[in-house]
């Protein structure tokens, strides 16, 4: 994560890291970092015959062989080796070109025949052997910096050792070849994560069992879940067991169960694994059994007044509310009526642009009182003023550039940080929203979405996906299919043109992953649709994904998170959304038009829509100036979702006027 004292000195400044891609020169100097972005190479190799040329220092202290490891193609990387470049020339923060290129074997391996030291270490703490091991599928790369003298049992500054690094990456071969090494599988980080806490978030059975029979201590918790403006955020004494209960299978649960993990402990916010188990989409009733089993407290109370059934009673799955009831289960919190939808519902446009005005109005308030963007503020503010633009709706440009800029300057001082794997707090959610926004937006190239694509591409898993493990946190962030959606959309965007191929490939990977893996909410659908789409899926398989949502609309022409639920803003919005992105539904078909009547008579008189927060809360408590109190942040990210559904209608009704 980006806690470094030097890199928040650095981002002061507001120094960016390289010169943005596709810029023209400022003078012949630059040529050479041009000719890297466009993967010229004859003009790379002109030109890195020139001493001075290939040694330069760009902003940050970036060289050209740095800037090609990063955003260059692995021939310009061999070019610039061949020419004589420095292997292990140093940014202002300390990495050197194998730091930066650990996560990509081929660039890894041409870097460690041109003599790059295995032990560099950034002013992080950061080495090879850290960012090759936050890769999944870096095992290889692990094993050859091992052999070549790398350190099993360094640390960053935060103290992420290599096996930290592995489990956390969800690479199971790289946790065999480190214990192999006799690294400790209980050595925690400075925030109290283990190994085993990690594997259990994955889900993965194998490597839990390894952890175990290497003697992994099944109740370790965590003792720091980070901190923002507003205190401490609530994600401390989280046990493997926590981590597994929402989504893990239940052999992972019973393996953990088995090794005498606390089945009634409970974290920072009171919350127990069988609260946590029926507090998202992912919930399986088989869990749940389980743990009653195993003797769960079904009646204890969170530290914000809530039970399990609470809990299970917002996602509505009859089987799993039947088994909390048939074990004494009994409700504590207390109803809250939803505030009354408008009596006389808008014209679209006015619906569409009072809606624009709601968002708008809160995200420079937000950025004040947090002092950072949010997925669900200026990153889904974008995407609403594209859509709103370009249906020529009336909203404020100063305000859409103004929430803009705040993204693209927080990502180019994040920059340095995460081209060395200092990953970003919330990742890879935090990142690929901003990274979609800025797409969506037409943001153009810059060193933040150099950084990004960069990134988000290291995170992307064996199978696939992009994937945050561990927690519930519906309907917003919790399916992978949406993460894994926008990445591949925000990728093709802002991809260099030295990494084209390699992005290609992660976007075959990404769509055989969506093809093979069954959605399960209605999030879920929507976010497949669009993945297939943007991955330029068969037809056939995308018509298919399409008539499956078309059959959830409900009677009043909403949408339900799950078949369980009633229809809701949140849902409505991002289906239509997609239906319409994919190019299957057009804003004038009866689908299409039932779905804006229920928008249009669901919106609230201020503009906004209301939808109830269905997340276990971790973050402290601020207003941001948007309507409906603890549930603002999700009913803003309705609101967001359901200006871009209607602007599509909200064009055809004013070519009809």
Request: charged share 20%; glycine share 8%; proline share 6%.
């Amino acid at each position: 994560m980006l806690r470094s004292r030097a890199i928040l000195l650095f981002f002061v400044s507001l120094v960016l890291s390289v010169p943005s891609p596709g810029a023209s020169p400022k003078s012949g100097a630059m040529d050479i970092f041009d000719a890297i972005r466009q993967d010229d190479l004859p003009r790379i190799e002109a030109l890195a015959a020139n001493a001075p040329m290939r040694e330069q220092r760009g902003p940050g202290g970036v060289t050209p062989l740095l800037d090609a490891v990063a955003f260059g193609s692995p021939e310009a990387v061999a070019a610039l080796l061949r020419a004589g470049a420095d292997a292990n020339a140093q940014t202002d923060l300390g990495a050197t070109p194998l730091i930066w290129a650990a996560g990509d074997p081929v660039k890894t391996r041409l870097l460690l025949g041109a003599d790059a030291d295995v032990r560099a270490r950034s002013r992080a703490g950061n080495t090879p052997l850290l960012v090759a091991a936050a890769r999944d599928g870096g095992a290889a790369t692990v094993l050859l910096l091992l052999d070549r003298g790398a350190d099993p049992n360094e640390a960053d500054e935060n103290g992420v050792t290599p096996l930290l690094a592995g489990a956390r990456s969800g690479d199971r071969q790289t946790v065999e070849h480190l214990l192999a090494r006799q690294c400790d599988p209980n050595r925690a980080d400075k925030a109290g994560m283990t190994a085993l806490q990690y594997a259990a978030g994955h889900g993965d059975l194998a490597m839990v069992r390894l952890l175990l029979d290497r003697g992994a201590r099944v109740n370790d918790a965590n003792v720091f879940g980070g901190k923002v403006k507003h205190g401490d955020v609530a994600l401390k004494g989280l046990t493997p067991l926590m981590l597994a209960a929402p989504a893990a299978d239940p052999a992972v649960i019973e393996a953990l169960l088995d090794a005498g993990a606390a089945v009634n402990a409970a974290d920072s916010r009171g919350m127990t694994p069988l609260m946590l188990a029926v507090s998202g989409e992912t919930q399986d009733r088989r869990t749940v059994k389980l743990l009653l089993s195993r003797g769960a407290e079904v009646n204890a109370v969170s530290a914000a007044g809530e039970t399990a059934l609470d809990w299970a009673v917002r996602f509505g799955d009859p089987e799993v509310l039947s088994l909390l009831r048939q074990a004494g289960a009994e409700r504590r919190a207390q109803e809250r009526p939803a505030p009354k939808a408008i009596e006389r519902p808008r014209e679209v446009r006015l619906a569409a642009e009072r809606a624009m005005e709601a968002v708008q109005s809160s995200t420079a308030e937000f950025f004040r009182q947090s002092g950072c963007v949010g997925c669900h503020h200026q990153n889904l503010a974008m995407i609403a003023a594209s859509e709103a633009r370009a249906a020529g709706l009336r909203i404020d440009d100063r305000l859409a550039a103004d929430a803009a800029q705040q993204v693209i300057a927080q990502w180019n001082m994040f920059s340095p940080g995460l081209l060395e794997r200092m990953d970003a707090p919330g990742t890879p959610d935090t990142p690929t929203y901003s990274l979609f926004g800025m797409a969506l937006e037409g943001v153009p190239h810059n060193p933040g979405t150099d950084a990004l694509v960069a990134n988000i591409a290291a995170q992307q898993h064996q199978d696939g996906s992009w994937r945050l493990t561990g927690f519930a946190r519906a309907p917003l962030e919790e399916g992978h299919f949406a993460r894994t959606a926008m990445a591949v959309r925000a990728l093709g965007e802002y991809a260099p043109a030295g990494r084209r191929a390699e992005m290609t490939e992660r976007t075959q990977r990404a769509q055989a992953w969506l093809l093979a893996n069954k959605p399960r909410s209605t999030d879920d659908h929507a976010w497949r649709l669009l993945g297939l789409y943007w991955t330029q899926a068969p037809e056939q398989q995308i018509r298919r994904a399409a008539k499956k949502l078309l059959a959830m609309q409900q009677a009043d022409g909403g949408w339900a998170a799950n078949p369980y639920l009633p229809s809701d803003p949140l849902s409505t919005a991002t289906t239509m959304w997609a239906l319409h992105t994919a190019g299957v539904t057009a804003a004038d078909e009866a689908h299409y038009r039932r779905g804006v009547d229920f928008l249009r008579g669901s919106q609230q008189a201020d503009g906004s829509w209301f939808v109830e927060s269905r997340a276990p809360k971790f973050q402290p408590y601020f207003e941001s100036g948007f309507a409906h109190g603890p549930n603002q942040w999700i009913s803003i990210a309705a609101t967001s979702w359901a200006t871009a559904a209607l602007a599509p209608a909200a064009r055809l009704s004013g070519a009809a006027d």
